[in-house]
């Protein structure tokens, strides 16, 4: 029989997603605990007459893969507005940008929200830990077509608060673009708001004091 002195500290892990969590358990074989972020949730109201343009917002770093989102609405020539920018893919971006792509810099949140709020769908062509912004544009009501990798599986309900397309490439992101015009999603916007409450500040709070309380015993 080992007996541990009492100064060893038990190792606890929490990750920010499912996706996380099995990275965790293949590097250090441990498991882990989600809790996902807390997200700010859109308290303006939402719209019913959303306009004609589909929105990104994104710091410009190649990871980010915004290269694909604006290269499908070049194909199609649908309007694109990307809001954000600083990174090392900014210039090539701006390249690569037909006449159909927005820039508009960093906004204020009260701005970006408008842009989520008024939006067709939210364009997310990357892979991430968890992934932010899904959650911020399904709590202004906003469907969203997302690469299916990372944590947007976890917060995008495939044919109800969004749809994914699962190769990495324009082509692909361009055909789920034409799928969602042409079926759209089972949610109403009212009801994607509803979904993203999952995500909320006071979720992570009460989470996060549930972990503690339990760890203490």
């Not at 990104?56 to 507005?81: G, H, P």
């Not at 939006?119 to 997310?124: D, G, N, P, R």
């Not at 799928?179 to 006071?202: A, D, M, P, W």
């Amino acid at each position: 029989m080992v007996v541990m002195p009492s100064w060893v500290m038990v190792l606890l892990f929490i990750a920010n997603s499912e996706f996380t969590a099995s990275r965790i358990k293949k590097i250090y074989r441990r498991d882990a605990d989600v809790i996902y972020p807390g997200v700010h949730i859109n308290d303006y109201d939402i719209s019913d007459s959303p306009e004609d343009y589909y929105l990104v917002v994104s710091r410009f770093v190649t990871y980010k893969r915004i290269d694909l989102a604006i290269e499908a609405c070049n194909m199609l020539k649908k309007r694109l507005v990307i809001i954000g920018g600083r990174g090392d893919a900014d210039r090539h971006l701006h390249k690569i940008a037909g006449p159909t792509i927005e820039f508009m810099g960093h906004l204020s949140d009260e701005e970006m929200m408008r842009y989520y709020v008024k939006a067709k769908a939210f364009l997310f062509p990357g892979r991430e830990d968890f992934g932010i912004t899904p959650v911020e544009a399904q709590s202004a009501g906003v469907p969203v077509l997302a690469y299916a990798a990372g944590g947007a599986l976890e917060t995008v309900v495939c044919g109800k608060t969004g749809l994914y397309f699962h190769e990495q490439t324009a082509a692909a992101l361009a055909e789920c673009i034409c799928t969602f015009e042409k079926e759209g999603v089972e949610y109403n916007r009212r009801q994607i708001r509803e979904h993203s409450l999952k995500f909320s500040e006071e979720r992570f709070r009460r989470e996060i004091r549930e972990f503690v309380e339990k760890v203490n015993g």
